[in-house]
Every structure is written in C-alpha cells, then in structure tokens.
C-alpha cells in the first residue's frame, strides 16, 4: 500500500514535467518561411511601445535595455517614462546597439494616464489637465496616446477626438488580471518563455469595442502597448507595432526618428502578438476604381468611392503557417479569407480595419486576433 502510494506520488511530478514539455515544444512561435522581398523589408521596421526604464518605475537603465533589443532584432523602442514629463528619460534619447531609442512621457492627467510622443522638450511642465495638455504635446510637434483605458487607472472619456492614439492591449493590464494563469508555467519564467505571457493575454474585446466606437466620429490609431517594467526581452518579444515607411530608415538619430513618428501619427502601422509568430509582410490596403490607392490610416473622401466604382479592400497575410484574415467594418467581420489573400468590396461608408488568426496549433488561442491592422476610413459627405 505505501508503495502505492509512493509511485503515486513521485508520479505526479513526471506527468507535470511531462505536461510543461509538451505545452513548451509544442507550441513554439512560427517562423515564417516565406519572408518578404528585399526592397518591401527595408520599408517596414519593428519596435515595442510603452517602456519603463529606471528613469521611472522600471527595473532597467537604458543601456540595459537596448542591449536586450539589439538581440530580438528590434528596430525601435519607445520609452514612456512617468513624469509631465520625464526630462532625464527625454536625454536618454539616441541610437544605441543599432536601436533607435525614442522617448515620450507617461503624464498623469486628470482623466488618467496619457502617453505624450514626437514632442521637442518643453521649458516647464504640461498641464496636468488632459484638455490643456493636449494643446501643449501638439504646440511642441508632439501627438497623445490614451494609455491602459480599462486598468485600475481608468481613462474618463469626455471628447477623444483630439487624442491621436489609444492601446487596445496593455500587456501590463492583462498580466496583472490574468497572473493566476502563470502558475502551471512558473518553471518556464526562468527561461525567459514566451509562453506564461501568451497564456496571460486575453481577446481585448472591451477595448477594441470603445475603440470602434469612438472611430465612428473621431480619427484615432490602435496600439499595442507593452507597458513593460521588467522581464524585459520576453516582452520585446511579445507584442509589436509595424510601421510601414516610405524610405528606409535613414541612418541619423533625427531623421529615423522624425520617419517613425511621422508613419505613426498617420496610422501606418500594425500590431501583432509576435511571440506567437513573426508578422512581417503583413499588409492592408484600398483601392479606387479610379486607380487611388490607400493605405492604413488613411481617410477615403466620399467623392472617391462614388466616382467611377466601388472601394476594394485588399489584405495579405504572405505566411507559410495558416492564418484566417477578417475585414471588419464597425466592429463586424464582413468578409474573411484562409488563402493568405484577402479582397473584398466596401459596403458603403464605415472604418474598415483586419484581424489575423492563427489557426494551427499555436501557443495563442485560435480566438484571439494575433494582428490588428490600423483602420482606413471611408466617410460620407
Ligand atoms: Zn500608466
Ligand atoms: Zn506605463
């Protein structure tokens, strides 16, 4: 009988090993076989948003940090460091390891917290009023993202149209809801696995909703945002913004960084879950029967879609793993595809935007979108 139990005992820890082995190899990231031409790559560059570093409440210095980026390949980085704002993180600002180190503030406003980038350094404070902040990040060449709308510090909504972001994931939110699910995986932290922060994300149903929502009067980007504060190089390769450019990266600090900024306050970048797989060559489009082409971010005039024919969406998802592509309008998927290649006919004025599941065996659920492609607008009169 002792023996029994003995087996039993020493049993358990076999079969959980076994489990996390299972779970671990059995669900690594895909790699996408069929990588982009040349002259495409060179337009597209990839970083992480929301970034805290020892200027603030994170646990690393700027070095630290671009070190870890320089190993997961990262184009950019963008700081966020709390203060109105955060002038030693702003001097932090440069190339580093081959990274380019931006830095926006994290202010605490009235109305919660908001993400200030792309501003020259102010002489004094901004306003701690959100109202007058704005006006003060623009006055200085810079735009506003509303940071973590849903997290314990809440965003008060009032007018949105004069912010030009909000983050429909906050890693940092997701993580501090979902910790319970860590546990089976905690061995796997100490190898810096992917797989506890794919299992803590969930589908940002919430935030993705206010975001349709607010797009139907207002012009507003969607972020991926990883308000990290430590664990670092996991977390460079956990969530990612795209940004598509016109010229590849030029090599001078202020020129890459006036490129970056310029392709973000227009809309031209997407937003994928890379641990669960690289999302390079990602693209979405509409074309004009006149022959005008548009490009995410972009906003269609009325007169366009009249003129000679319908609007056509075009998305292509070029991956050697399987994916389902969803042209949203209004929150709603209206057409999908499972080929890699997606087009589909406008439907009369609304914000258009795509989702992109993966659908093998993934270590993401298959529910989850893995990208979210930034809207292309296409209004009435
Ligand atoms: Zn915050
Ligand atoms: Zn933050």
């Known amino acids: 009988m002792k023996r029994k139990l003995l087996a039993a005992v020493l049993a358990i820890p076999v079969i959980y090993l076994g489990w996390l082995g299972f779970e671990s190899f059995g669900s690594r990231p895909y790699v996408n076989a069929t990588p982009p ?90 306003s701690q009023k959100a109202e007058d902040a704005v006006p003060e990040i623009q006055a200085l060449g810079g735009f506003a993202v509303i940071a973590h709308p849903y997290s314990k510090v809440k965003w008060s909504w009032g007018d949105v149209s004069v912010y030009s972001g909000f983050e429909i994931i906050n890693a940092d939110t997701m993580f501090k809801n979902n910790v319970g699910r860590v546990l089976p995986y905690l061995p796997l932290l100490l190898f810096r696995s992917r797989l506890p922060l794919i299992r803590m994300l969930e589908h940002p149903k919430v935030n993705l909703a206010k975001w349709d929502q607010h797009n139907t009067t207002a012009v507003v980007y969607g972020y991926f945002s990883a308000d990290a504060h430590l664990y670092y190089r996991a977390i460079f390769s956990l969530l990612r913004l795209h940004v598509l450019l016109d010229e590849p990266l030029a090599d001078g600090f202020d020129a890459a960084a006036a490129q970056v900024y310029a392709a973000l306050r227009k809309g031209r970048f997407f937003n994928a879950i890379e641990a669960a797989a690289g999302a390079r060559g990602f693209r979405f489009k509409a074309l004009a029967a006149g022959g005008a082409t548009f490009r995410m971010g972009d906003t269609i005039p009325a007169g366009e879609a009249d003129a000679a024919g319908p609007i056509r969406f075009e998305a ?56 979210i492609s930034n809207p292309i607008f296409l209004r009435k009169d």
């Open 37 to 126: 031409a040349p002259a495409q790559n060179a337009l597209e560059v990839e970083g992480v948003y929301h970034i805290h570093t020892k200027f603030s409440d994170g646990h690393a210095s700027v070095d630290e940090l671009t070190a870890q980026a320089s190993r997961e390949r990262l184009d950019f980085l963008i700081l966020t460091d709390h203060g109105n704002p955060n002038f030693e993180s702003l001097r932090s600002q440069g190339r580093k390891d081959g990274v380019l180190v931006l830095a926006g503030s994290e202010l605490s406003v009235n109305r919660g917290h908001l993400v200030a980038l792309g501003f020259r350094t102010p002489d004094r404070n901004f």
């Open 316 to 371: 292509w998802a070029p991956f050697s793993f399987a994916t389902e592509i969803h042209l949203v309008r209004g929150g709603r998927t209206i057409a999908s595809a499972r080929n890699g290649v997606l087009t589909a006919e406008a439907q009369g004025p609304g914000v258009y935007r795509v989702e992109v599941f993966l659908k093998e065996r993934s270590p993401l659920s298959t529910d989850i979108p893995w990208i």
